[in-house]
């Protein structure tokens, strides 16, 4: 098994969750940072790793296996790209491409050169949606028939990224995850009430391959703070929350069905609920131990191809958005 050395470019707001981590597991070899004053005191906190301006000494580096990306969105795409053709694996924060065909060549990139590109959908490593994952896999709750996320409060209010860019990638991403089907239809409807041009309130539908449906209210003009995304199946339902604190997953054994004697009618079954325990690691250093791993052991690249349907809908979405106004 190799030692992975790791780079982590971009040291801001998130980049320095990333470096703490990448730090734990001692792994973080380089810091790269435009910034002389954030460079200069990363430098300090990490004696052990090498500090640079500039990218491109950094993947000059050939004992430098992997890059963790955490640099504002519009520049993923780009920076990734240079990674890969130096040989790199990637790592880069969601999303990894502001438009599918740009996706679609840092995929073909991957591919071609072996290296592993896994977008930074931070939730899909929550012991919640890992959870809300093995229920749907081992089929407890039956076909899956529909999913509705509310990702929704008074929060941040963003000039540069709207409401779906910001908080629809996360839920796109476990819908995903959880679905693994193509998008077939998408549309969207929202309003920009704060700044020109930047949805504030988006509501979102998606229909799949095999009819399976899904909803996404994404707001951050809310009374209500909201983490939610609820699976209905043929059989169970399930409920994440994320803003509770003990019960993260619910589980409902309620469903309609349809008794022999009832001759066609459909009744409502209700049975028990319950909220199985789960572990309370940090989803981000299970996101970088995955990294690691990916690079050490090889991968089938479902990360990176699942993160492509992320971006495929949220430009089918963004365009819906576009033309209803
Ligand atoms: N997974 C999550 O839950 C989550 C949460 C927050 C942010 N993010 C993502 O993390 C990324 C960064 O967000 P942020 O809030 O930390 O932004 P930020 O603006 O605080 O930090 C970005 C940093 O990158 C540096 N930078 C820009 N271009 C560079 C380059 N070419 N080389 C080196 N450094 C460069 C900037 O100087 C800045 O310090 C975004 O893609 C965002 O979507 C993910």
């Not at 799949?208 to 209905?232: C, E, N, Q, Y």
């Not at 001759?263 to 131990?289: H, I, M």
Request: hydrophobic letters at 40%; glycine letters at 8%; aromatic letters at 6%.
């Amino acid at each position: 098994m190799t030692d992975v050395r790791v780079a982590q470019v971009g040291l801001g707001k998130w980049g320095q969750n990333l470096v703490r981590n990448l730090d734990v597991l001692g792994r973080l070899t380089w810091l790269c940072e435009a910034s002389d004053e954030r460079r200069e005191a990363f430098a300090q906190r990490f004696p052990n790793a090498r500090t640079t301006a500039s990218y491109e000494e950094l993947l000059a580096d050939p004992e430098l296996e992997a890059v963790v990306l955490a640099t504002p969105v519009p520049t993923h795409h780009a920076l990734a790209k240079q990674a890969l053709e130096a040989g790199k694996h990637v790592f880069v924060e969601k999303p990894p491409a502001m438009r599918a065909g740009e996706m679609e060549e840092l995929v073909a990139l991957s591919e071609e050169r072996g290296l592993v590109l896994m977008p930074g959908h931070l939730l899909l490593y929550h012991p919640g949606v890992r959870k809300l994952k093995e229920l749907v896999d081992s089929g407890d709750l039956g076909d899956v028939l529909c999913i509705y996320g509310n990702r929704q409060n008074l929060g941040t209010i963003r000039k540069d990224e709207n409401a779906l860019w910001s908080l629809g990638v996360h839920d796109l991403s476990v819908i995903q995850y959880l679905i693994q089907e193509e998008i077939v239809e998408a549309a969207a409807h929202g309003h920009a009430f704060l700044n020109e041009g930047v949805e504030d309130v988006v509501f979102c539908y998606l229909r799949f391959a095999s009819g399976k449906i899904a909803h996404m209210h994404l707001s951050w003009l809310d009374p209500h703070k909201m983490r939610r995304l609820t699976v209905v199946g043929r059989d169970k339902m399930a409920v994440f929350d994320d803003m509770e604190l003990d019960h993260k997953i619910t589980v409902y054994d309620k469903a309609p069905e349809q008794p022999s004697d009832s001759y066609g009618e459909w009744r409502t079954r209700t049975g028990d609920t319950f909220s199985p325990k789960l572990s309370n690691a940090e989803p981000l250093k299970l996101e970088c131990q995955h990294f690691v791993r990916l690079v050490q052991e090889g991968w089938d690249g479902r990360e990176m191809r699942d993160g492509l349907e992320v971006v495929r809908a949220l430009e089918l979405l963004t365009g819906s958005l576009r033309d209803g106004d």
